[in-house]
Structure formats: structure tokens, C-alpha cells
């Protein structure tokens, strides 16, 4: 079933054959970009067993709404649990019906990519497993690009701001919004420099206090404390004026902090 074949009609029928939670793991995955099977066992199928965790992942392959990547992760062992999914062209349309513009056509993103954009996701997997517990209330997630900010640069240009998310959560009577830096140890102190850099410009245009009413903390989570030091070598080498806009953490502490929970 391709796209070119796939007309109005047919996208109807395969619509109503599709259940609520189909469209669930369509949603997510349009949210997110990618996800590893085990990722969405977790948000969807978690108190179902693994036959029918795999069978309705396979069935949404197999009617090509996803795309089961050729790579997996955590080598053989990991079973059909290490497979990646992304979504399809047609499951794009599925959620857009009354959208006709471009879409993303999938690919097989090289192994950087993939290791950085499934921990954005398991962040948020982590926040939604913490909100159905009740222990907060997780208003907004928003993954890359959608959640980029455009803001007017120097010499009347448009410059851009890329976090990897944006977050808003509620937690009793307070309500916190966040900006996401999933750190992974690649990138050299210059290059953190200029995104800092970027951070403090977007803060200083007024844009994002206009249109929200605050201006959210940017959370720096790193892979271990050597990492951790240099992100916070960093962020101490900017002006004074902006120390207070960045936190900086171990991934594992990150849903925690956003959470409002003491270590």
C-alpha cells in the first residue's frame, strides 16, 4: 500500500479498522520522531504480554502506518524489543487526514542520531510513567523541530533556537515549563558555548515572555559528572545576568528535577 495508491477512500476504511490505541502509538511517534519497540510497549501495551505487545506492532508494520528501521539496538539478544519505529508516510496522513502538505519520508538515521533522539524519548516515556502514578500532571511535550523558536536575530535576520523538547508540567499548585539540552558527550565546549549563546539571545529578545508570560529553564542533562562539569564550566563562562536560566544534571536526576522531587 503506497501512497500514490492510497486514495481518500481507502484511507477511510483503514482509519475505522484502526483501534484507539493504533492511533495512540501513531500519535507518539508523530510526537517523538522515534521510539524502540520496548519504549512503546511501555506507554501502550504495559499490562499486556509480550505476543500481544509484538503482534500489534507488527500489524501496524505490516500495514505500513510505521517503519521498522533495519537497525535495532542492544545487538541480537534484544529481541523484537530492540527493534526502532518510526513513522510512515501513510501513518503521517492517517492523524492528518485534511492535510495534504509535505511529510517526512522516513530514513534510516546513522547511530548519533538514533542514540540522542531515543533519549529525548525515554524522557518523555519516564514522564508519562510518572504521571499516571499522580505524581505530577504533564501538560506539554513537545520534540524537535516542532518546539524550535524563531526569534529576530542581529542585523534584522531571523535566527533560530533548537532545544531538543520543550516540557510543561504541573505538580500540586505550581506549574513549571522547561527547555530540554539532552547532552551525549559529543559536542566540543565551543559548540555549547554557541548554543548558550543562543539560549541568552532568545532570552533577552522578549519573545518567548511575550507569547507565554515566562521565560522557561533550559535543563542540561549529562551522561556522567565529567560531562556534567564541563556543561557547568560552560554555563559559568556566560554573563552573570544569565546564570539563573540553566540547570544542569545527570540524566538519570532530569524527570526527577522537573518533577519537583528533592535527591
Given at each position: ?54 503482534r ?15 537497525r ?29 502538505g ?27 510513567e ?62 555549547l ?14 519573545t ?56
Amino acid at each position: 500500500m503506497t501512497r500514490s495508491y492510497l486514495t481518500s477512500e481507502r484511507l477511510a476504511r483503514l482509519v475505522d479498522q484502526l483501534s484507539e490505541r493504533d492511533l495512540a502509538v501513531l500519535a507518539t511517534l508523530e510526537k517523538v520522531r522515534l521510539a524502540s519497540a520496548a519504549q512503546l510497549e511501555r506507554l501502550h501495551f504495559a499490562e499486556d504480554a509480550s505476543q500481544i505487545r509484538r503482534r500489534a506492532l507488527l500489524g501496524l508494520a505490516n500495514r505500513r502506518l510505521v517503519v521498522r528501521l533495519d537497525r535495532v539496538i542492544g545487538g541480537v539478544k534484544a529481541g523484537s524489543s530492540g527493534y526502532l519505529y518510526v513513522l510512515s508516510e501513510i501513518g503521517q496522513r492517517v492523524l492528518n487526514e485534511s492535510h495534504d502538505g509535505p511529510r517526512r519520508r522516513p530514513t534510516t538515521p546513522g547511530v548519533s542520531f538514533i542514540r540522542h533522539a531515543l533519549t529525548v524519548t525515554e524522557i518523555y516515556v519516564r514522564l508519562v510513567e510518572r504521571a499516571r502514578k499522580g505524581r505530577i500532571e504533564l501538560l506539554e511535550f513537545t520534540a524537535e523541530p516542532d518546539c524550535w523558536r524563531y526569534f529576530p536575530g542581529r542585523g534584522g535576520g531571523r535566527a533560530v533556537l533548537k532545544p531538543d523538547a520543550f516540557v510543561r508540567i504541573a505538580s500540586g499548585e505550581y506549574e513549571d515549563s522547561w527547555m530540554l539540552e539532552v547532552d551525549l558527550g559529543s559536542e566540543s565546549p565551543s559548540t555549547l558555548t554557541t548554543k548558550l549563546d543562543t539560549y541568552r539571545a532568545y532570552w533577552s529578545s522578549g519573545t518567548e515572555q511575550a507569547s507565554r508570560g515566562v521565560f522557561p529553564r533550559v535543563l542540561w542533562t549529562a551522561p556522567d559528572q565529567r560531562r556534567a562539569g564541563v556543561i557547568t564550566d560552560c554555563c559559568g563562562r556566560q554573563p552573570a545576568e544569565s546564570w539563573s536560566l540553566y540547570m544542569v544534571t545527570l540524566f538519570e536526576g532530569a524527570v526527577g528535577l522537573m518533577s519537583g522531587e528533592t535527591p
